[in-house]
């Protein structure tokens, strides 16, 4: 029986480490990519440390081409504002839908059920309308309020705050705090593996956006990321030494923020109130 467990495990972790070389030798190689020459890149060896190393393709984008700078302005500002906002209000509105009595409760919560089944593409145009008569078109509050709560995320958090012990939040109101010091001072900061899964995906989707930045955005100096390296893939349509560069500058943020926010959304949390 054990050997059987044994045989198991390794032909699980065979076909785990398989996927993961699959997965990663294209990533290494576009890393790699991006220190090579374009001689080096079109020779078709498939060498992954570069024979002849250069900066000259980060130099090329972050130097000579003047807009690809501001591209990835745009992109992390309205991403992490947008992020911090999610943060925010999805936690205050889950909380209030968890804890709090108030009329049309019940209501609201089966509306915001209502939304998630409701495609995003059905309202690209009414939003568009919408930002167009409050001539927020080619702006950054034009990405940044229509994305700032997500009833998907409003519905997680409610879920994670109905399990959340009312002990602690009473010892809180004995301590002399009241409902709000409460949320932020003991609630919330309890909350961090939720508020870490949250901040991934609502980053995640708000720098690969490019549908939401192609409707709003009109003049290159206020396209995003996706956009920028759309309209730059075009004009390096050979240089693949340049689309390198630049798709490694728009892959490493998000592998640096699922890397800083892994350890509390892989943590579970025990809810002891010995602090």
Do not use: H
């Not at 309890?190 to 003049?219: C, E, H, K, T, Y």
């Not at 990321?225 to 798709?247: C, T």
């Amino acid at each position: 029986m054990k050997k059987k467990i044994g045989l198991g495990k390794g032909f699980l972790y065979a076909i785990l480490v398989t996927y993961a070389i699959v997965t990663m030798v294209p990533f290494l190689w576009a890393i790699s990519s991006s220190f090579k020459t374009l001689e080096e890149i079109v020779s078709g060896s498939m060498n992954f440390i570069p024979k002849n190393f250069t900066l000259d393709n980060y130099i090329e984008i972050f130097v000579r081409q003047d807009l690809f700078p501001r591209w990835l302005f745009n992109s992390a500002f309205i991403a992490i504002t947008a992020t911090a906002l999610n943060l925010l209000f999805n936690s205050m509105a889950g909380y209030a839908l968890a804890r709090l009595t108030f009329p049309g409760k019940k209501s609201l919560f089966i509306l915001i059920l209502a939304i998630l089944m409701i495609p995003a593409q059905v309202t690209m145009i009414p939003n568009y309308l919408i930002l167009k008569e409050l001539g927020w078109l080619n702006s950054y509050q034009g990405m940044i309020v229509p994305s700032m709560i997500n009833a998907t995320f409003i519905f997680m958090m409610r879920q994670f705050f109905i399990n959340f012990p009312k002990e602690l939040e009473e010892a809180a109101e004995i301590d002399g705090l009241s409902r709000i010091g409460t949320f932020f001072k003991v609630v919330l900061p309890l909350a961090r593996p939720a508020l870490a899964a949250q901040a991934i995906f609502v980053f995640m989707g708000l720098w690969n956006d490019f549908m939401r930045p192609l409707i709003i955005m009109s003049s290159p100096e206020m396209f995003t990321l996706p956009l920028g390296l759309n309209s730059f893939k075009g004009q390096f349509i050979s240089y693949w030494n340049y689309i390198m560069a630049a798709s490694m500058v728009f892959t490493m943020p998000v592998l640096i923020i699922y890397a800083f926010f892994n350890r509390y959304f892989t943590k579970g949390i025990t809810f002891s109130g010995g602090k």
